[in-house]
């Protein structure tokens, strides 16, 4: 059943008309128009679907859109094109994506993990993306673009 649900998602406050049990993902998408989380696995396991929620990266595959209790960040709202967050501009400089259908789970797990404590260790920065997939085989861009963006934050 259909009910009026507020989200504020990017900074600006949204009222949609959704089943509380529909995946965040289809009302970002289906009902606000972004792009940036995309549908991948459906199953919480590929990570193409990451946005940040109450401080942490998680899958809006998964998530009811009812349960979302606070603000919601996604690629779209992260940065613009003029000004990107610092993550993305590493992304952009180290050549980090090929086909980028994944790129939002990338970047906006590194977004979290960075904005927490940009002075990470590999092992950290490897643990923290565990379980995020790149069929394109990037990893090791993706790696030189968080430690870019971890040298740009902490100076």
């Known amino acids: 059943m259909k009910k009026s649900l507020t989200l504020k998602v990017d900074g600006v406050e949204h009222t949609i008309s959704a089943d509380p049990a529909t995946p965040l993902l289809y009302a ?5 128009g972004k792009k940036g989380p995309k549908f991948g696995c459906g199953l919480a396991q590929c ?6 929620h109450r401080g942490a990266a998680v899958r809006s595959c998964v998530l009811p859109v009812g349960a979302v209790d606070g603000e919601v960040r996604t690629l779209d709202g992260l940065g613009t094109a003029d000004k990107p967050h610092p993550v ?3 992304f952009i400089e180290e050549e980090a994506g090929q086909c980028e259908y994944c790129m939002s789970g990338w970047i906006m797990t590194a977004t979290v993990l960075l904005e927490e404590n940009p002075e990470r260790s590999d092992e950290e920065i490897r643990e923290a993306l565990a379980g995020l997939k790149c069929r394109c085989g990037t990893h090791m ?5 968080i430690r870019r963006a971890a040298k ?3 100076s």
Do not use: H, P, S
Request: aromatic share 0%; net charge positive.
């Open 28 to 32: 970002l998408r289906n009902d606000l």
């Open 47 to 52: 990570g193409a679907c990451t946005v940040i």
């Open 88 to 90: 993305q501009k590493a």
């Open 141 to 145: 861009a993706i790696l030189r673009a």
């Open 152 to 154: 740009e934050l902490t």
